[in-house]
């Protein structure tokens, strides 16, 4: 069994900047896909960022909506996933999950959400104007 457990989540003004965490327990989870998905009300889950871990380099994939400003990292030692988050926009509002998987090319595309295999709870963020 593996769990995750995010955390980070808050409020912030535009242009600012959260970090989210997420901690991995369980059985081994390598080497597959971990993640973040998103959601906003009314809105699809899409996905944010996903990080391969069986690669002889990170394989890492951003939807286009934060290129440039997301950046996703792991830390094998503390088990965690990480989504350190800048310059964010109101548009970034939503419920963000982190999520264990396989196929990391397909998660910031159509349906990407159907390659996970273990959700967190997840943790909100709101950006304010």
């Known amino acids: 069994q593996v769990q995750l457990v995010e955390s980070g989540g808050g409020s912030v003004q535009a242009g600012g900047s959260l970090k989210l965490s997420c901690v991995v327990s369980g059985n081994n989870y390598g080497p597959i896909c971990m993640g973040w998905f998103r959601q906003a009300p009314g809105k699809e889950r899409e996905g944010v960022a996903s990080?391969?871990?069986?690669?002889?380099?990170?394989?890492?994939y951003y939807a286009e909506s934060v290129k440039g400003r997301f950046n996703i990292s792991h830390d094998s030692t503390k088990k965690t996933l990480y989504l350190q988050m800048n310059r964010l926009k109101v548009e970034d509002t939503a419920m963000y999950y982190c999520a264990l998987g396989v196929y990391c090319s397909l998660w910031v595309g159509p349906a990407g959400g159907r390659m996970v295999q273990t959700w967190g709870q997840g943790t909100q963020v709101t950006v304010s104007s």
């Open positions: 990080f391969f871990t069986g690669g002889l380099e990170p394989n890492i």
